[in-house]
Every structure is written in C-alpha cells, then in structure tokens.
C-alpha cells in the first residue's frame, strides 16, 4: 500500500537529516535491491549510502531543509547544506510504495552574500498554494524553458515572467523582468541550456531539471519556481558540473 504524501516527506525528512548523525537507519527508507543513485560521486544501494553518512558525520554537517515538495511518486527538496563546505541542494526521490528507489541530486557552493537585489539563494515562501493549477503550472514551466531557455526567445519573456514582481535568487542577477533578459540574452552565452529531463510540480512551485554547459563546461541546471496567476514570480537555481565519466561510482548517469 502506498504512503500518503506527507508520510513520504516525513521519511525523505528522516533521511536527509540523517546526514548530521551519520545513523545508517536514515537510509531504511531506501529499498537497497531497486535503488537507482544518479549522483555519479555516491557508490549505488543503502551500503553507499550508509557509507557517505558515516564519512560526512566525521565533519559534524547541519542539514536544513528549506523546502520540500510531492508529485504522485516523487519528492523533492530544497536543502541547505554544511558540509565544511556549504551548499545549497536540490534532492528528488522516487517512490515506489514505502520506499525510495532512484535518487536525483544537484548542488552547488553557498554564497553567503545576498544578490545585488538582497536575496539569498534559500529565503523566500516556502508553502504550497494552488493546488488545483498544479498541471498548469507544471505546463507553463515546460514551455518556457523549452522555448525561452533553451529555444532562446528572448522575446518571450513576458508571456512567462510577471513584470511587475518578479524576485530572482541567483546570487548573481537581480529582481525584475529588464535585468532577468539582460542575463539570459548576453552577447557571450555562458549559461547555455540544451535539454530539459524533467518537470516536478506541487501547486504554485514547479522544479524543472535541464542538461546544457556553464563556461562550456557539460552541467545540470535545476531552477526552481514559484508561480501566481499563470506567471513565474520567483525563481531558485543550482548548477552543478557533471563529473567527467572516470569519475563516476555508479553507471546510471546524472539524469
């Protein structure tokens, strides 16, 4: 019998913060015969993750969960890490029935100091709304990364992102739809999207996971956003480089 939504959030909760304790528990969430693990650093099943908190434990980590979402057998979250190193994460499980059994991940270095609009890459709403517009929104998000993103229609814009109060997360750009294009549509492209994999959506917040290079180098793009009357009003993002293939602990790929 399937958990409910929110004893599955419960449990993905139970697990993350079992990174603090190094308590290999925490992973009894996780069925170790189907387990699928996509970050390419983390060896497959429940001994690999019973491994990872054992070693992360030695360096007394703080996990925060900031945000934490459902999408029928999927769960994800929204994380602030402290690993010696802090790092803000996006975490995506899949479920099937009681247990967790594929993994997704993507994180990227904390910068402390608010953007030039006095955001950090974590604050902001963090409840779920809309529940009744969760596919419209879920179409909405798919639509504009394909066509803005990675379609690159600048022009676009606006049929997407609502004008008058739009609040950016990235440490590195500001609030509002003139500074939002001035970004995306430079001369010299460093953020250049060319697939999205996936979509997850609970309500007024949509994540999308996008493939495409930083810099020209191979990276995954996770933005998360929040919606209001069919428009993005607020976005969060991770960028991560994917490690080069010799590497990797496992062969599933990053996405």
């Not at 304790?21 to 693990?37: F, H, K, L, M, W």
């Not at 491994?51 to 979402?69: D, G």
């Not at 929204?78 to 890490?81: G, I, K, S």
């Not at 495409?212 to 480089?241: C, P, Q």
């Given at each position: ?19 603090e ?17 996509h970050?390419?650093l983390?060896?497959e099943?429940n001994?690999?993750?019973a ?26 979250a929204?994380?602030?890490?402290d690993?010696?190193v ?9 479920f ?31 409840e779920?709304?809309?529940l009744?517009?969760t ?38 750009m500001?609030?509002?739809l ?18 999205i994999?996936r ?5 007024n ?51």
């Open positions: 019998m399937a958990l409910n939504a929110s004893t599955r959030k419960a449990r993905i909760k139970t697990l993350l913060k079992g990174i304790t190094g308590d290999p528990e925490a992973a009894s969430v996780v069925n170790e015969r189907q387990y699928i693990q970050n390419p983390t060896a099943g001994v690999g993750l491994e990872l908190f054992k070693r992360l434990a030695k360096t007394a980590p703080r996990v925060e969960i900031v945000r934490v979402f459902e999408d029928g057998d999927f769960v994800f929204h994380t602030d890490y690993f010696n802090r790092e803000i994460g996006f975490e995506v499980f899949r099937e029935g009681e247990r967790a059994v594929e993994h997704w991940d993507n994180l990227q270095t904390r910068v402390d100091d608010p953007n030039p609009s006095g955001h950090t890459m974590i604050d902001g709403p963090t779920v709304g809309d009744d517009r596919e419209e929104n879920r179409e909405l998000a798919r639509s504009f990364v394909e066509e803005v993103l990675v379609g690159r229609r600048f022009d676009r814009l606006e049929r997407y992102v609502d004008s008058a109060s739009y609040t950016e997360h990235n440490p590195s500001s609030d509002g003139p500074a939002l294009n001035r970004a995306l549509s430079a001369d010299r492209p460093v953020r250049v999207y060319e697939r994999h979509v997850l959506a609970e309500g917040f949509v994540l999308t996971v996008s493939e495409g290079s930083l810099d020209g180098t191979h990276s995954s793009f996770y933005d998360l956003f929040r919606f209001a009357n069919g428009k993005i009003v607020e976005h969060w993002d991770t960028t991560e480089a994917v490690p080069p293939r010799s590497e990797w602990k496992n062969e599933n790929g990053k996405f």
